[in-house]
């Protein structure tokens, strides 16, 4: 058995690829470890989203270099978003790293590592940017990675992700994905349903289908065009499965028939990821998003009308380029009017290579980046803390998922409160369970 220890940043996009890289090298006898110290491969799963998210990886590869220099034999990884971005830039930062792949060939790891164990030197395999060859040729070079799990070797045997699409072709200005994930391509009911079926049969209660717009789904399927409303339907025939969700939604692809389809079937959860990233029309038009904010107020009437218990969430993007006083004030707007039950608040960053990067300057200074970003947090937070009030007193079933970050490294330090009862306690530490 050799050993593997795996660091994961960025979305449930990546989440789910180390879990499936993780399955993949298990079969090939690889178990995994806590700490880098003790294994022989050690990848980082990274993210390109935000450049803050790219020079953390690269310190704590930093912090490998002493480890490296004195087990030469341990094979050191990059792979993911970064890998895609940087490509050699990586082994320029970080010479010691081994191996760069990126989210498109994940499939290939196991045979990467065993030629840099023979021998052969530093391994790169990356997919073709979006302008390096025809359509075609660019869509082959991105793969879905979504091999059959084997439902002993899963981190949380109740819930998963499921993949319905890879890529994204929306091209919003400040955003890196559609460019190292590749152009969007969905995959065909047939296959995300048997995986469904598969996991459900084997114990798991909760999906969460996952796309960069994953109400953008449509597969051609001869005449006809399956979309997400149409897998929701046959996903909540299936057996033993008690919940649905499905996350990123986009505000322009937020049809009726998903709405209904949310409203009626009740293993489908009424909550919805659609993110805003601005209030200002003139923001949104610079963000190439595609719609307006009155059009997004409008999807929320909508929303609230068709499913009055539903909760929405957004993402928020302060200081994106020319942002003035009066347009982050409507995204503050937007936000008290609409009362999500959650955001996501991210600081501008460019990214070299987009839309916004090569039209734009990023003139918002960061001081004044952070202070807006903490504002739209603390009206956020406030927001939130009024709508909990609402559920005390309340029952309800919830899905125990596990310990907080927090609470694990106190359990593992032997200073966890026991809030539970110890038999309750021990399922924490074991997975996840259902309770009322
Ligand atoms: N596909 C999803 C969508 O369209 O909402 C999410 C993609 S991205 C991984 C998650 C969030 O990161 C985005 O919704 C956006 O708010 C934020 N983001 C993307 N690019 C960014 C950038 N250059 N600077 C700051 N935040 C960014
Ligand atoms: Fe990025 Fe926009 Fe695609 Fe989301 S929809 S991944 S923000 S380009």
Do not use: W
């Not at 998210?53 to 004195?70: F, I, M």
């Not at 048997?194 to 399927?221: F, P």
């Not at 218990?309 to 009066?326: K, M, P």
């Not at 039950?341 to 460019?350: A, G």
């Amino acid at each position: 058995m050799k050993r593997l220890y795996i660091d994961t940043v960025g979305c449930q996009m990546n989440v789910l690829d180390s879990e499936l890289v993780v399955a993949d090298l298990r079969s090939h006898d690889f178990e995994p470890v806590d700490r880098p110290g003790q294994a022989d491969v050690i990848l980082f799963n990274t993210c390109s989203v935000r450049q803050h998210a790219e020079e953390k990886v690269y310190s704590n590869l930093g912090r490998l270099r002493q480890l490296k220099q004195e087990n030469p034999d341990k094979v050191i990884g990059v792979i993911g978003c970064m890998a895609q971005n940087h490509q050699q830039r990586v082994f320029k930062r970080a010479p010691f790293v081994d191996l760069v792949v990126g989210p498109g060939q994940l499939h290939q790891l196991p045979e990467l590592i065993e030629k840099v164990e023979r021998g052969k030197g530093r391994q790169i395999e990356v997919s073709l940017g979006r302008k390096d060859g025809n359509r075609l040729q660019i869509l082959r070079s991105h793969e879905s990675f979504d091999p059959l799990r084997d439902p002993q070797m899963r981190p949380t045997p109740f819930q998963a992700y499921v993949r319905t699409q890879i890529g994204c072709d929306k091209f919003c200005t400040y955003c890196i994905v559609p460019s190292v994930r590749g152009p969007e391509q969905a995959r065909s009911p047939e296959e995300i349903l048997a995986e469904t079926q598969h996991l459900a049969e084997h114990g798991c209660l909760e999906i969460t289908l996952l796309g960069q717009t994953v109400n953008s789904y449509r597969y051609k399927d001869g005449e006809k065009t399956v979309r997400l409303a149409d897998l929701l339907y046959q996903m909540h025939d299936i057996d033993g499965l008690q919940r649905i969700k499905f996350v990123t939604n986009f505000p322009k692809d937020m049809t009726d028939e998903l709405l209904s389809a949310v409203r009626d079937l009740s293993k489908v959860s009424p909550y919805l990821h659609v993110p805003a990233q601005s209030g200002s029309t003139d923001v949104l038009k610079r963000m190439k998003r595609g719609y307006t904010a009155e059009e997004y107020r409008e999807m929320m009437d909508r929303i609230n009308e068709q499913i009055p218990n539903s909760a929405v969430s957004s993402d928020l993007i302060v200081g994106f380029c020319g942002e003035t006083e009066g347009e982050y004030q409507k995204t503050v707007d937007l936000v008290r009017d609409c009362r999500f039950k959650n955001s996501f608040i991210f600081k501008y960053s460019v990214r070299e290579g987009t839309k916004a990067d090569q039209l734009f300057e990023d003139d918002v200074p960061d001081d004044v980046k952070r202070r807006r970003n903490n504002e739209l947090l603390a009206l956020q937070n406030q927001i939130s803390e009024e709508d909990n009030q609402a559920f005390i007193g309340r029952s309800l079933d919830v899905l125990v998922e596990g310990l907080s970050k927090a609470a694990l490294d106190q359990a593992r330090k032997g200073t966890v409160p026991i809030l539970f009862g110890t038999k309750f306690a021990s399922r924490f530490f074991s997975g996840i369970g259902l309770a009322s």
